[in-house]
């Protein structure tokens, strides 16, 4: 929603996608705002609803991939790597990184065709920069999409588009527990971010600003992926 909002701000029409009906909620509080706006309700690691999206939105000029660990409707577990039932290694890899690949992949020949365009994946420090234990399957998810980037990036760089990554850490959403709340207040910045910072940097890297920033991990963490110790 911080995205769309920035976005918005910035004076772009939306497309805003997700598995549950409160999309449809989600848009009116947008339209209420000003945006135009359109809702769609699917599951994104489902081709054909891949296609249905695309057929909707028409051309696209930023694609922001912003899918993750968990929702309100499926809330992510932590498991241990031997203990994790490979239905569950699928699953993650699906939401985290397979839906990426599928909506660039419908709407990244249009951007080409044009000469234009923005895709910003919302990748993790987990993963890329660190690790935490139960959740090697996210992690693999998300390092993998920084290789699906920086291939990206190299394979566009020539047709005036780009395609970046940020990695939060410790963002205050809905779906943010207890212990990482406890987690957060031992960063350098003692909070965890807001998700108006994470959009803040979105909306940059999508904004013809940012038309020589290709390929990389802009990460939003307040520091803390920096330091060794942590704790009081």
Known sequence: MAIARAL?????????????????????ELAAEGAWVTAFQGDLTDAAAVDRLADLAGPVDILVNNAGMGSVSEPAALSGFLAMPMQAWRRQIEVSLTSAVLVTRAVLPGMLDRGWGRVVMMSSVTGPAVAIPGAAAYAAAKAGMMGLVRTLALEVAGHGVTVNAIGPGWIATEALTEAETAAARHSPMQRAGTPAEVAACAAFLASPAASYVNGILLVVDGGNSLQEMKGP
């Open 8 to 28: 918005a701000g910035q004076g772009h029409d939306l497309v805003i996608a997700a598995t549950s009906g409160r999309i449809h909620a989600r848009a009116a």
